[in-house]
């Protein structure tokens, strides 16, 4: 166990059920059930509709993981868990089989931070993390820039959204543009096929909002602007360039994004860049965000999409260093914290 | 046989042999049901001398009751047993208030009777049961409703759980106990399975989720999860 512990790793701090095990700096599994169908028709994550889901896939989800990665559960070293933030419902289901686990196997248990899974999974993709990186979560609860020193041990917040998420926003915006839900991939999508015709507002990037929110995001005044473009054409009867909207709105998201974390990375003094959320898939960031790196002289990592939308695998990644660095384990009195501060890595 | 119920204010895990209780835990604290639970195992394991994996058996109360406690218990027994290898078998949670009625005596040996345990947003889960061969029987499957709507000729039945309690007004006899005992749901589960009776672990949630299909979701769940600052 000791240079490559056996972690099993739980989320369900959103719709997903993830259960994935790493063996040390590996990836063994990546075990996911969704409920996002479910949640569709609401144009948004339920939480009861999640939880009861979690609670159903719980075991069916660690069953296909164990199986996939031919380990038996007796082998594994030490259990690892979102404790927060999330869905507070949701969260207690996966903490309350981590235990149930930890008690049954016999081994320690490590309740850890959501954003700060999002930023260790890239061990287990590229191998180990630069010292400090810099992070740019974006999900479709989260939009984070992170200074990270050590990411079981030590992370800051540089700045967040202060109203919608970057994730939100692609789904809100897909709604108005009568795109299905979760937005993001069909605006993706639908971008690719039109021009930047659109010049949106760019939030918190002028004058006195950068002095005050020089890495904060706010992506509601973006929606709001694409909202109100779009009923202006349609009151006036014309038909509305729903590519050339995509493309116009993802731009003006992905220029902040990008803007803002390199301008930390500069600011910091630090040399590596990784992206990581849901939003993270999106094609254009990827290359928007290489594009300025480069020119920066920053080292950009993103792993590969299903690393980056939630997931068991990043929870047993952080585990694994957890374990691997000598970290104290979580008591089992442990409890799902719904607002947990990324500051707050373990719990 | 390790027994454990969350459908109500307590948090309750027993520890039984068979014949005789073994180890007893309980905690009162209708909103930590995920912090006490695995401790509470743990430590009625440990009291009783057992390893997780000495277990045969686990019993667990499928509610009905509030949802996300609920689902500490059920997912904490289902892991359980999942993990050391044994079968995990389900028990109305109403039943096992009817059972600790039943054997403190506090309902009469023959008369009917009921259970009516808060469901929250003013209703409860009630049952009605008479008493067989020394043993609660069941006479309704388990209900949801505004206490004003229980039939005038069942408000005067003795009633156990904590609706008396919320409604004193339509619930005239109250009688205890108030909460699950996890060793009442052992008994009863021993119970089932010595007849060849499964009750599966299905939640009994008796409700459908509340969803709006609105905007209103996803900003909820945004006050619930978005960035600190
Ligand atoms: N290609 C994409 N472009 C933009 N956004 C995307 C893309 N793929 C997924 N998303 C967005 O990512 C979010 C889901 O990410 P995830 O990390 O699972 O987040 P969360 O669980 O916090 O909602 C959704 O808001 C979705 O629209």
């Known amino acids: ?94 903490v309350a089989a981590a235990k149930s686990l930890a008690v049954g196997l016999g081994v320690p248990l490590f309740g850890v931070n959501h954003l700060a899974s999002h930023v260790a999974v890239d061990i287990v993709e590229h191998g180990p993390l630069p010292e400090p990186t810099m992070a740019l979560l974006v999900s479709g609860g989260h939009s984070s820039l992170l200074l990270v020193p050590d990411v079981t041990n030590e992370i800051s917040s540089l700045g967040s959204t202060i109203d919608d998420a970057a994730g939100e926003a692609f789904d809100k915006v897909a709604r108005v543009l009568g795109l299905p839900f979760p937005g993001g991939p069909h605006i993706d999508r639908a971008a690719r096929e039109g021009q930047v015709t659109i010049d949106f507002p760019r939030g918190l990037t002028t004058g006195r909002d950068l002095e005050r929110h020089r890495f904060d995001f706010s992506f ?15 009151r006036a009867g014309e038909p509305v360039p729903v590519a050339d909207v995509a493309a116009s709105f993802q731009e003006a998201v992905v220029d902040v994004l990008t803007r803002k974390a390199v301008a930390a990375c500069r600011a910091e003094g630090v040399g590596h860049l990784q992206i990581g959320g849901g939003v993270a898939a999106n094609s254009r960031l990827r290359a928007l965000a290489q594009e300025r790196c480069d020119a920066a002289g920053v080292e950009l990592r ?46 | 046989m390790l027994a454990l119920d969350t459908s109500t204010s307590a948090i309750t895990v027993a520890v039984h042999d068979g014949e005789q209780v073994l180890a007893e835990r309980s905690v009162l604290d209708a909103r930590a049901h995920t912090e006490h639970l695995a401790p509470l195992v743990q430590d009625a394991l440990e009291s009783a001398g057992l390893r997780p994996a000495d277990l045969t058996d686990i019993a667990v109360g499928v509610g009905p009751g509030p949802f996300t406690g609920l689902r500490v218990g059920l997912v904490t027994a289902r892991v359980l047993a999942y993990t050391v290898g044994v079968p995990c078998h389900g028990v109305v949670s109403l039943d096992a208030l009817a059972e600790e009625a039943v054997r403190s005596g506090s309902v009469d040996g023959t008369a009917e009777f009921a259970v009516a345990t808060d469901a929250r947003r003013k209703e409860v889960y009630w049952s009605r049961y008479t008493v067989t061969a020394g043993h609660p029987a069941r006479l309704s499957d388990p209900a949801v409703l505004h206490p004003a709507d229980v039939a005038d000729g069942m408000r005067g039945l003795a009633t156990a759980g904590r609706g008396p309690l919320l409604y004193p007004d339509v619930f005239a006899s109250p009688v205890t106990p ?52």
Not at chain 1, 220 to 234: M, N, P
Not at chain 2, 206 to 220: E, H, I, N, V
């Open chain 1, 1 to 94: 166990m000791a240079d490559r512990p056996l972690v099993l790793g739980i989320e369900t701090s959103c719709d997903e059920t993830g259960v994935g095990i790493v063996r040390g700096e590996t990836l063994l599994v990546d075990a996911i059930a969704s409920s996002v169908d479910e949640h569709a028709r609401f144009g948004g994550v339920v939480p009861e509709v999640a939880s009861r889901a979690h609670l159903e896939a719980m075991i069916p989800t660690i069953e296909r993981a164990c199986t996939t990665a031919g380990v038996s559960l007796r082998e594994v070293d030490a259990v690892a868990v979102t404790s927060g933030p999330g869905l507070a419902g949701a969260l207690m289901v996966g």
């Open chain 1, 220 to 234: 509601s005044g973006l929606k709001t602007a694409v909202a109100r473009w779009v009923e202006l054409r349609q």
């Open chain 1, 302 to 347: 993103v792993p590969r999409p299903g690393l980056c939308t939630d997931n068991g695998a990043m929870v047993a990644a952080l585990g694994a260093q957890m374990v691997l660095r000598g970290r104290t384990p979580s008591d089992l009195g442990l409890s799902a914290d719904s607002s947990m501060p990324v500051t707050e890595i373990s719990a």
């Open chain 2, 178 to 229: 108030l909460d699950v005992s996890a060793v009442a749901l052992a008994e009863v589960a021993l119970r089932q399975i010595a007849h060849g009776v499964e009750v599966g672990v299905d939640a009994l949630y008796l409700r459908r989720p509340d969803a709006q299909p609105t905007s209103s979701s996803k900003s909820t769940l945004t006050e619930v999860r978005g960035d600190r600052r």
